[in-house]
């Protein structure tokens, strides 16, 4: 059961790539996403919300199981950067635009760390590693919907 959590929260592999692993793990994310274009809003939102829940407990726990091993917060863990890509795109049109451009936002508030993000990974543990994510997901959220707003990347 253990190498189950490894497996989710290293992304499948995606954080063992050598460069910019939060990049290759949001990247996988959004590529995952994009299959729900084609189906229908409320399922392709809700698909998104469950699988951003069940991905966040995993990590969490995973960072737990293995910190000792790991450190407190690994770089190859990269299920917390599934978590706010996915989060990111949750009420947005599901379009290549709005992918792209979610992706952009998303990696840009989970390396600026604005407003509170940095005090949510001061959390301890794995929900400290996730949360922050979480909450980067948000603000990219409410950027993309803002773009869309004025831009309507659909």
Same mark, same amino acid.
């Given at each position: 059961?253990?190498?189950?959590?490894?497996? /989710?929260? /290293?992304?499948?592999?995606?954080?063992?790539?050598?460069?910019?692993?939060?990049?290759?793990?949001?990247?996988?994310?959004?590529? !995952?996403?994009? =299959?729900?274009?084609? #189906?229908?809003?409320?399922?392709?939102?809700?698909?998104? /919300?469950?699988?951003?829940?069940?991905?966040?407990?995993?990590?969490?726990?995973?960072?737990?199981?293995?910190?000792?091993?790991?450190?407190?917060?690994?770089?190859?863990?990269?299920?917390?950067?599934?978590?706010? !890509?996915?989060?990111?795109?949750?009420?947005?049109?599901?379009?290549?635009?709005?992918?792209?451009?979610?992706?952009?936002?998303?990696?840009?508030?989970?390396?600026?760390?604005?407003?509170?993000?940095?005090?949510?990974?001061?959390? =301890?543990?794995?929900?400290?590693?996730?949360?922050?994510?979480?909450?980067?997901?948000?603000?990219?959220?409410?950027?993309?919907? /803002? #773009?869309?707003?004025?831009?309507?990347?659909?």
């Amino acid at each position: 059961m253990s190498k189950f959590y490894q497996i /989710i929260a /290293i992304g499948f592999g995606a954080g063992k790539l050598p460069v910019a692993p939060g990049t290759w793990g949001a990247a996988l994310a959004a590529l !995952m996403a994009a =299959p729900l274009m084609w #189906v229908d809003s409320f399922w392709a939102r809700l698909t998104l /919300i469950l699988v951003a829940i069940l991905f966040s407990f995993i990590c969490a726990k995973a960072v737990d199981m293995f910190a000792d091993e790991w450190g407190e917060d690994p770089s190859h863990v990269v299920a917390d950067e599934m978590v706010g !890509m996915w989060l990111t795109l949750v009420g947005n049109p599901l379009t290549l635009g709005n992918i792209a451009f979610g992706f952009l936002f998303f990696r840009f508030f989970d390396i600026v760390k604005p407003l509170g993000v940095r005090r949510l990974e001061a959390i =301890p543990g794995g929900w400290g590693v996730v949360l922050d994510d979480v909450l980067a997901g948000v603000y990219a959220n409410i950027a993309l919907q /803002i #773009v869309n707003l004025y831009f309507n990347l659909s």
